[in-house]
């Protein structure tokens, strides 16, 4: 079993990279998971040297959209409605320490999870909110185009 099902949209389990001794993962799996952007920075700068001598870096690197998309999901699970404010989504990135955030950033953020397919929905310029899906909010990871 290979420690990283990356064509299934699957992170492997922390037992499993702990047997392989891939432990530099361990954190940037359970923070793209979980969706803590901030857990994942760190996680990337301390492991950078070894992610970058792996050839892996920039791979890896990508994985923080998923994390995106994962907080994303965390914040609509907070409000259950269908349209959200973009300031919500503004506020967990703040949280998370993420720098240079703005509405505007918030809302190419946002559009650039819809049209990859990591949400199902629109952005309303107007009303500053996320209008989402009343179903299949977030498709599954290895359904999303990659």
Known sequence: DPPAKDDMGQMPKQELLMKSKLTAFSDVASSVCTGNLMMFSQSMERHQAFF??????????????VAMRNLFKRVWLLCRTHQLDLKAFEDALLFNQEEDIDSDEVECITANLIDKGYIKGYISHQHQKLVVSKQLVFPSLSSVQK
């Open 52 to 65: 970058i001598k792996a050839g892996i870096y920039l791979i890896l690197e990508k994985l923080k959209t």
